[in-house]
């Protein structure tokens, strides 16, 4: 698992490819992450500036790590393309948190 310090901004990226490894993008594409919280948000790709489509089938959002623990995300796509994964990353203590 990755780990990162209080206040960073964390790349997520994600890919979409068919059965021959084809990079696609899917119909609706979206993206959640669960902070150490708790809370859930979710972004829809076409809708929410914080998912960007880097190319065809590449997705990231950064997301700031501002609370320490462990930190999940999962990109997902539905109607033609569907797939899903999910992901985790922690953010620790330092000596000036």
């Known amino acids: 698992m ?3 310090n209080l ?4 790349r997520c990226a994600g890919s979409f490819v ?3 490894g084809t990079a696609i993008t899917p119909e609706t594409v979206s993206f959640s ?3 150490p919280t ?3 948000v979710t972004y829809l790709a076409g809708t929410d500036s914080e998912l960007v489509e880097d190319s065809v089938g590449h997705y990231h959002v950064d997301v700031e790590a ?3 623990g462990v930190w999940y995300y999962r990109f997902f796509s539905t109607g033609a393309g569907t ?3 999910e992901k ?3 953010v620790v203590k330092s000596e000036f948190s």
């Open 33 to 35: 992450f669960k902070n």
């Open 18 to 20: 068919d059965d021959s």
């Open 66 to 68: 501002d609370a320490f």
């Open 88 to 90: 985790s990353f922690s």
């Open 83 to 85: 797939a899903a994964s």
């Open 38 to 40: 708790g809370t859930i």
């Open 2 to 4: 990755s780990e990162y």
């Open 7 to 10: 206040g960073n901004l964390v």
